[in-house]
């Protein structure tokens, strides 16, 4: 409440050691094996696959993601345990329309700040997503050919690659915004407000959800079932943090017992 930001950070730090990994590394094992049995030219398939698999090696690398996630229910006991302090925490609901500018979309590294910054749903591995990406691929190679690595392969793996997630978070049910930094961007003007980098106590950078004009971008403050704060504190630290506006304030029912 008193920085009034939300903290874009590095999504492969992330308690997923998964990320961006589970879509050079994992989901591309499993297309590159099913590329090699398809009708497709043998011989193009073979000299295709080292050109991506050197690719995709500096990929997991390079172009860092950072972000910041969401989930799309209030009131979940699983993210109560994993992220709500085992519903002794808090939830903030924001809403992420508010924010000018911002659109869904899965960014990709620019110089163009529009294009390095949006939002999305999450999507959870698994054989149907695999499908979706052999067949991009399949018809990749049917139009583009030996050039289908960069006419089509690559940028959608690329794209993709920050929001794909290993299926044992499917729980999760995720939305995050997703940024790629590069120090051409011009923060100070921007209409998203992004702020970066900052240093402490890691890299990380600050997307605000406040105006100067007192709107803000919180809909929602949610108490743990176990929570040791009341409403009226909630209240009071709002005021104290000079935030108003109209926004539900609830307390959680799930009941949960803390041993």
């Not at 794909?164 to 209409?191: D, Q, T």
């Not at 949610?222 to 000079?242: F, M, Q, R, V, Y």
């Amino acid at each position: 409440m008193e920085s009034k930001v939300i903290w874009l950070n590095d999504l492969t730090e992330s308690n997923d050691s998964s990320e961006v990994v589970q879509t050079f590394g994992a989901l591309w094992e499993s297309i590159k094996k099913r590329l090699l049995i398809s009708d497709l030219d043998t011989d193009m398939v073979n000299n295709l696959i080292p050109i991506l698999d050197r690719q995709y090696e500096i990929e997991i690398l390079i172009d860092k993601p950072y972000g910041a996630c969401f989930c799309k229910e209030h009131n979940k006991l699983t993210q109560w345990l994993e992220y709500g302090d085992k519903t002794k925490g808090i939830v903030l609901g924001f809403d992420i329309d508010w924010f000018d500018g911002l659109k869904q979309q899965m960014p990709h590294p620019s110089v163009n700040l529009e294009s390095s910054i949006g939002y999305d749903h999450v999507l959870y591995y698994n054989s149907e997503l695999e499908d979706a990406f052999f067949n991009i691929c399949y018809k990749a190679i049917q139009e583009y050919g030996m050039n289908s690595w960069i006419m089509a392969i690559r940028p959608t793996f690329k794209h993709y690659s920050a929001f794909i997630k290993n299926n044992a978070f499917v729980s999760e049910n995720e939305l995050r915004v997703v940024y790629y930094p590069n120090e051409k961007h011009e923060f100070i003007n921007s209409s998203f407000n992004i702020g970066g980098p900052h240093n402490e106590p890691f890299t990380h950078y600050s997307l605000s959800w406040t105006k100067g004009n007192g709107d803000n971008a919180i809909k929602a403050i949610g108490l743990g079932s176990n929570c040791s704060l009341n409403k009226n504190d909630i209240k009071s630290i709002l005021e104290n943090a000079g935030v108003s506006g109209e926004f539900q304030l609830f307390e959680s029912q799930i009941p949960y017992r803390i041993r």
